[in-house]
């Protein structure tokens, strides 16, 4: 609820519900058998998400607005998890699909964190991560700087040498599309994608992509 440049913006209206919604809906698609669950900050602003979160099922976890990466360790605590799959609640376009393979290459077993953003090749508002809940609790203990705390993942990320590391990347590069939720205009821009390609989010990139030329 936080956000600078477009405040109250996981609330806006998209096709009649709001953003958070959505997202959650999407994430919810991922792994069908996973916890899905919602960490928000603690501050009376953000109860509003916590209804949301309910209504859609979700466990709720609630900490501190900066140490984002301290949420995620409760998440990954109270859900019992072996491993954390990370979305941001600003990608209302999230094609379970996509961030599906990302979850298949960290099954393979040979790895401690994969994304698909380093380095990037599907749109902005596609980003997805997945870790072992070791690593997650090694960036938890170990993590000192301001940036590693707020981003949650770069603790990991930046140290190749000691986690093994994987990228699941898209054969046509997309990343210059922005498609996540930021601004203003990003919001109309989604929900002219919402209005032409319906209101339940029963679409993919597949379709933005046939879209694009209009989207």
Known sequence: MGSTRLPGKVLADLGGRPVLAHVLERAALIAPNATLVLAIPAGPSDDPLEEVGLKAGAVIVR??????????????????ADAVVRITADCPLLDPAVSSQVVARFLAGDVDYVSNIHPPTFPDGYDTEMMSSAALDAAWYEAAVPYEREHVTPFIWQRPGRFRLA???EEVDRSSWRLTLDTAEDLERIRRIYQQLGPRGAFGLAQIIALRPTA
């Not at 900490?63 to 019992?80: I, T």
Request: net charge negative; aromatic share 4%; no cysteine.
């Open 63 to 80: 900490g501190s607005a900066e140490d984002v990466l301290d949420r995620y360790h409760q998440a990954a605590e109270r859900a019992g």
């Open 167 to 169: 990228n699941v990347a």
